[in-house]
């Protein structure tokens, strides 16, 4: 297989990429604040947290998945995850696939990806992508 063939799709990849985690994690923002889709946990009050935790999910997704302010954004949300493995899931053990924070390492070092190569070819406001 030519790798040159294959690598000339780089930006198209990064945005399919960027679309779906970006609807992924959206989509946990609308479990906590919306509650759908319906999930076991309760939804927060207003000002907690966990609240506030929905917004960035539901903003952050929303605008890194159609391309909007990428990188700064990409790099708010990796934080966050950063974050919320140490409030959330650390204090539960050491590993995380029993402290249940596999989610939070891989969203956060994905965003990271994206903060650094930038969003992909189809995006609302940004063509830079790194080669």
């Known amino acids: 297989m030519n790798l040159d063939r294959v690598s000339k799709y780089w930006p198209e990849a990064l945005s399919i990429v960027r679309i779906v985690v970006g609807l992924l994690f959206l989509e946990h923002g609308t479990a906590k604040l919306l509650g759908f889709p319906h999930t076991t946990m309760a939804q927060p ?4 947290l966990l609240w506030f935790q929905g917004v960035i999910e539901l903003v952050g997704g929303a605008l890194f998945a159609i391309g909007f302010f990428s990188r ?3 790099f708010i949300l990796a934080g966050d ?3 919320a493995y140490f409030m959330a899931h650390a204090p539960k053990g050491l590993y995380p696939i029993i402290n249940g924070g596999d989610a939070a390492i891989l969203y956060c ?4 990806l994206f903060f650094v190569t930038g969003p992909g070819r189809w995006a609302v406001n ?5 080669k």
């Open 45 to 48: 009050d207003m000002g907690t």
């Open 72 to 74: 700064p954004v990409a």
């Open 81 to 83: 995850m950063a974050f």
């Open 109 to 112: 070092f994905i965003f990271l």
């Open 126 to 130: 940004e063509t830079t992508t790194a």
